[in-house]
Every structure is written in C-alpha cells, then in structure tokens.
C-alpha cells in the first residue's frame, strides 16, 4: 500500500520559519508530480506548491518568494520550505503525489501561524 506520510507543521510566529517534509513508502513504479495543498478553516483545499521528477516547479501566488519546493527522487520525499510566514497562511497541509497512475493524499499536517 502506498502511503505518503508528512512532518515538520506546527506553531510559529509570523515571520518565522517551517520545513515540512513528505515521504512516499510502499511498493509503486514510479513517482510523477508531488506537491502541497492546504485547507483553511471553511475553505476550499488550494495548491501551494507542485514539483515533478524533472524538478519543474510551480506555485500559487501567494506562496511566491517565500516558499520553495524541493524533493530527493532517491528518497522519495518532497520538501517545503516556508519563510516569512504570515497568519494567513494557517492552515492544514496535504502532501500531494501522482504515484502510478493514482492520486495519492497524505494525512495532513497543521500549520499555525502567530500573528
């Protein structure tokens, strides 16, 4: 069973800093586009962040230029790097992945931020 498991949310000041990271485990082929959702409270789930396997990148406006995307293929596993983080920007976050053909959600990790 492929399961993506996420790390790295909890509270922080605004202006401050969080890593979170996503790994992918199980048995699959391969691994296309991973990225990152969030879902605020009574809103709709909204991309923050995609990456495929030839590390093309793209991201919500919002997030542009303070937020950065990464992942290790070798690993499995994406990253994002927040900086400058505002008030607005809590919420809870998905891993997202397109492993084998499938959408594939992680279970989610809140991010709290302070104002």
């Known amino acids: 069973q492929v399961r993506l498991v996420e790390s790295g949310g909890g509270l922080v000041q605004a202006g401050g800093s969080l890593r979170l990271s996503c790994a992918a485990s199980g048995i699959f082929f391969n691994i296309f586009t991973m990225g990152w959702y969030r879902q605020a409270p009574e809103n709709q789930r909204e991309l923050v962040a995609t990456i495929t396997s030839g590390g093309s990148t793209n991201y919500a406006n919002s997030v542009k230029g303070r937020f950065t995307i990464s992942r290790d293929n070798v690993k499995n596993t994406v990253y994002l790097q927040m900086n400058s983080l505002k008030p607005e920007d809590t919420a809870v976050y998905y891993c997202?992945?397109?492993?084998?053909?499938?959408?594939?959600w992680g279970q989610g990790t809140q991010v709290t931020v302070s104002s």
């Open positions: 997202y992945g397109y492993i084998s053909g499938y959408d594939r």
